[in-house]
């Protein structure tokens, strides 16, 4: 029977199970010890790739942010003898003194250090996983082929006690020690295979056992690289960061510079909402009564100014009842409510506090 041949059948016969007094060899620890790893490769394959995620999506943004800073300001314009005249003869850049090499750097430096740190050492992991499947696999071939070669020797076993126990015929006696002595001679040469293989199998068995565990071993280490890949993307972020350190004052702009822009006066003509008073407002007594006559909709403002005196709106909307005839109609409460606010001078403010304009980030 051929090498690859005898495994096929090995392996049908044990998936089938038709001989039940036959027990298969044992590679229990083994099989126990890889699906565990397996399970843990699944997680660390998950880690590399979000890792190459996060760097392809950190390159992207830092490409986005050096784009943006390069791109101007917008200018404001003055009425001219020939139409709109800008205030500024060279627009001013949104970045201007922001160190964009630097975010480059950081990004480049992002992609070296996670490749080297980080996923080379994982990677180092899988390929010693890898080498443990194939050894797992020929460990499995070398059982199946232990266990035909068991069932060979078995059979031959029966088979020369069958006929060291048979009392043939006075004419049959020579014919029937031939048979036997070649079946005593077949026996042990399939023990010799048998022992042989047996030997292979416990050695592999050993060398796979070895492997595994030291794989097992190394994934403690998992943690540690989670840990150093979030310190490198923060180490990314702080370099970025450390690229606004030689910005310089954008004069004219609301910005970190100290003379603010000057025209924004013609922005206070902007209506800014204001809130109107909200149920919770009214009085117990003023609620009840509202729902039992049916008309009075809104009721006069209690001291804790309702929703509108929690949030420091600049006015309050007093609801007020317009008659006709003998019935009452409840007024649009939000009539007035957006009135131009003479704080609305600035749609987005500086970040407060201003601390890296001063300060380098150590990193």
Known sequence: MGHAWRVVMENVRQKVGADRTFKATSNARNEAMFKEATEFCTHLRVLERDLRSMHKEIDAKFVNLRNILSSPLPRAFEEGRDGAVPCT??????????????????????????????????????????????????????????????????????????????????????????????????????????????????????????????????????????????????????????AFSTATPLLDYNSTSDNLFTHMQMMDNVPVRVGAPSERSRQPSD??????????????????????????????????????????????????????????TRYMTSPSPAAWQNQVVQY
């Open 287 to 344: 609620r009840l009564g509202a729902r039992k006559d049916g008309l009075g909709l809104y009721a006069p403002l209690s001291d804790d100014g309702g929703d509108a005196g929690q949030y420091g709106n600049d006015q309050q909307i007093q609801p007020q009842m317009s008659g006709y005839g003998d019935m009452q109609q409840a007024v649009n409460p939000y009539h007035g409510a957006y009135q131009p606010s003479p704080n609305a």
């Open 89 to 242: 003869e060279e627009p001013k850049l949104i970045g201007q003194g922001v160190g964009l090499e630097v975010l480059q750097q950081a990004a480049n430096d992002l992609k070296i250090r996670l490749d080297e740190d980080v996923i080379k050492p994982l990677r180092s992991w899988l390929i010693a996983y890898r080498s443990v499947c194939d050894r797992m696999e020929k460990l499995e071939a070398l059982r199946l082929e232990l266990d035909s070669r068991r069932r060979t020797v078995d059979s031959l076993t029966e088979k020369v006690d069958r006929l060291d126990k048979m009392q043939p015929a006075p004419q049959q006696k020579d014919k029937h020690e031939q048979e036997l002595e070649k079946m005593t001679q077949l026996l042990h040469h399939k023990r010799s295979k048998l022992t042989r293989t047996m030997h292979a199998y416990r050695e592999l068995e050993q060398t796979v056992f070895n492997s595994l565990n030291t794989l097992i071993k190394d994934t403690g280490v998992l943690r540690d690289y989670t840990g150093l890949s979030l310190q490198i993307l923060q180490e990314c972020y702080q370099k970025g960061y450390a």
